[in-house]
């Protein structure tokens, strides 16, 4: 198996420049790049009888690239098709209306969860077995993910996602361009597909 780097349809982007998109876009593709030599790697290190703790280390290291990749493509499939408002009657909708009171609330309590100190993600959950949203910061995207719930947002907080366009600072801004580019039709279809898995 070897994964591709994926194309993203992305128009212009308000408050984020086409540079600061192709270094991140860069870094991704990274990602991938490691990805395929990690799992190359340990297929060579089996065939020759490698020392096991060697292949250990690669596939601890594998959960890191592997996430870095897969986080960065929920990150930009955000922004394809371009800003999208939600549909106020959709099922994420109400889901959101339901735990946070109102989408402004909801809006408000991802911005207050990226304003945490540190670099990392904010990740929306859907938990369609307990049929309800999670909001969390994840320092590390190889570690502290919520096992097995769909990712319905993604908001990339590492410096590498903004520091084209702002300094540290004015983080606050890039989490603005962050909303005001947002495709919430994507989230939307994310959100049923979660909701189909747990029929």
Do not use: C
């Amino acid at each position: 198996m070897t994964y591709s780097p994926r194309t993203f349809n992305l128009p212009a982007l308000e408050g984020l420049s086409e540079k600061q998109i192709k270094v991140h876009l860069g870094l991704y593709e990274g990602y991938v790049k490691h990805v395929n030599l990690i799992i190359e790697q340990i297929q060579k290190l089996k065939e020759g009888g490698s020392d096991q703790y060697v292949i250990a280390e690669l596939r601890r290291r594998l959960s890191f690239e592997f996430n870095g990749m897969r986080m960065h493509e929920y990150y930009f499939e955000q922004f394809e098709g371009g800003p999208m408002a939600p549909e106020p009657s959709s099922a994420l909708a109400l889901s959101v209306i339901e735990k946070y009171g109102s989408g402004e609330n909801f809006r408000e309590h991802v911005i207050e969860v990226a304003g945490s100190r540190g670099v990392g993600w904010v990740v929306v959950y859907a938990d369609p077995r307990a049929k309800t949203l999670h909001t969390v910061f994840v320092a590390d995207h190889e570690l502290g993910q919520l096992a097995g719930l769909p990712i319905l947002l993604a908001l990339d907080l590492w410096e590498h996602a903004y520091m084209v366009d702002y300094v540290p600072a004015d983080k606050k801004n890039y989490i603005e361009a962050f909303f005001a580019n947002l495709n919430r039709g994507i989230v939307e279809k994310r959100f049923e597909s979660a909701s189909r898995q747990s029929e």
